[in-house]
């Protein structure tokens, strides 16, 4: 049971390139989440998605788009990457509802730096 | 708007010290509570949750308690050890399923 697994772990991207982080799931979970960790801020949600087809915005939604392609896989795109983009990027997953939410598990995480 | 506010680290400690992390919050309702722990390189595990006032959350020697009147949730740990060291999250959920976090406490414990 791998749970929540993200990829890749590090990127190093030039101003206004592109990239997608993909993440995916299996423990057959409805919710799923993208957050961003900076320093001295804690998590900060980005997207977030109740269930397949289904998603909706966070916190800090500019200069982000999100795909929910099926019940296991929720990607996150830069369409034009930024250097303020430079962050710690993890997924997470719940059971349950956004009305009767459940326990979130988080995946590794992925390093991205905007040169 | 809801927020958590937890003490700035990095909190350096002795093993087998006794450990304190303070975490206050501001919240309409009754949210729950959550300690999260990061160790290095890894995402975020669940360390202990409380869904109402005066619970106590417990796991793996730590514990907090859900203070609805002074709006506090500190987590705290007899004994601390080498492997204790890492990033700590507090984090409530009001109403819905938003999580909000604090900006996290490093423990760095020294043999």
């Known amino acids: 049971n791998a749970g929540v697994t993200q990829t890749p772990k590090f990127q190093v991207l030039k101003t206004g390139q592109s990239m997608t982080l993909q993440c995916a799931q299996d423990?057959?979970?409805?919710?799923m989440y993208w957050y961003r960790q900076d320093p001295g801020m804690g998590l900060r949600l980005i997207y977030y998605?109740?269930?397949?087809?289904?998603?909706d915005k966070g916190e800090v939604p500019n200069g982000y788009n999100v795909s929910r392609l099926n019940k296991r896989e929720f990607s996150l795109r830069l369409e034009s990457a930024a250097p303020s983009q430079t962050s710690v990027y993890f997924c997470?997953?719940?059971?349950?509802?956004?009305?009767?939410?459940?326990?979130?598990?988080f995946g590794p995480g992925t390093r991205l730096t905007v040169t | 708007g809801n927020s958590v506010t937890q003490m700035e680290g990095p909190v350096t400690l002795s093993e087998e010290a006794f450990l304190t992390i303070n975490c206050t919050y501001t919240?309409?309702?009754?949210?729950?509570l959550f300690w999260y722990v990061q160790y290095p390189g890894e995402g975020l595990q669940l360390l202990l949750k409380?869904?109402?006032?005066?619970d106590k959350g417990s796991n793996k020697g730590f514990e907090a308690t859900y203070r609805k009147e002074t709006t506090s949730f500190h987590l705290e740990k007899g004994s601390v050890q080498v492997s204790d060291s890492a990033v700590y999250f507090c984090?409530?959920?009001?109403?819905?399923?938003?999580?909000?976090f604090g900006s996290g406490t490093r423990l760095l414990v020294r043999p």
């Open positions: 423990m057959n979970h409805n919710s």
């Open positions: 984090a409530l959920r009001d109403s819905s399923y938003k999580l909000i």
């Open positions: 998605s109740a269930s397949e087809g289904t998603t």
């Open positions: 997470a997953s719940s059971t349950g509802t956004s009305e009767f939410p459940g326990e979130q598990y």
């Open positions: 409380a869904t109402k006032a005066d």
């Open positions: 919240a309409t309702g009754y949210p729950s």
